[in-house]
């Protein structure tokens, strides 16, 4: 008994360190050009399309600049992130946000949004998308171009992803080119909590093996006298 005793309160402390251990953090960022955007102006509706990398998303930031003769004025936003590719997707979360007039000229910087953990799946595809009617602050997209020959300095900054558009900016810019928007996902590895069924399985398992510890000992005990 004491040997089972001693099993099941082992596996109740390990089952409590599994249940209280801290989640990883990750971000990833891409930064992949000094192009901008100004949604009034090219629809009022763009998106970026990531891979996650973990199963809890908890921020999502792009970077804005001020257009170079546009007056400081705090502008409104709304983010909405979407199951799979495209703007056509199933929300899953949205929220408005602003960005502040203290916003820089010709300056990307970058505006995080804290989202409420949304569960995700490794490997799948989610697009955050952005609306507004504003257009006198911009998002910053790549490839970087040659203004004079449109000739693209960079390759394909992010594989897992591109950005979206309802009227294409640039002509090199489309949804089968290796466009995206200067973007960043983060976060966290949530560990799984085991369902019920699996704790009444152990505990079943733990039973077992205590009676067998117990009948065993028992005939070690008959034995010995017997001698």
Do not use: H, K
Request: charged share 10%; proline share 3%; net charge positive.
């Amino acid at each position: 008994m004491t040997t089972f005793r001693t099993l099941a309160l082992g596996a109740v402390a390990v089952a409590l360190s599994l249940t209280s251990l801290p989640a990883a953090a990750t971000t990833f960022e891409v930064v992949s050009g000094a192009r901008a955007v100004a949604l009034g102006s090219f629809g009022n509706t763009v998106g970026q399309s990531f891979t996650a990398v973990d199963n809890s998303l908890t921020s999502i930031g792009f970077q804005f600049t001020r257009g170079a003769n546009a007056a400081a004025v705090n502008s409104a936003y709304t983010l909405n992130i979407l199951s799979g590719d495209g703007l056509s997707g199933t929300s899953l979360y949205t929220t408005s946000f602003v960005v502040s007039s203290t916003l820089a000229q010709r300056t990307f910087t970058f505006v995080d949004i804290l989202l409420p953990s949304i569960a995700a799946t490794i490997g799948s595809r989610y697009t955050a998308t952005l609306s507004s009617t504003n257009i006198r602050n911009l998002v910053g997209i790549g490839p970087t171009v040659n203004t004079s020959t449109g000739v693209q300095l960079t390759g394909d900054a992010y594989a897992g992803g591109t950005a979206y558009f309802t009227a294409v900016p640039y002509a090199d810019c489309t949804t089968t080119t290796n466009c995206d928007f200067n973007f960043r996902v983060s976060g966290t590895m949530v560990a799984a909590v085991p369902e019920p069924a699996t704790w009444a399985t152990m505990f079943l398992g733990l039973s077992l093996g205590g009676v067998a510890l117990r009948r065993r000992s028992r005939r070690s005990a008959t034995v010995r006298a017997a001698a």
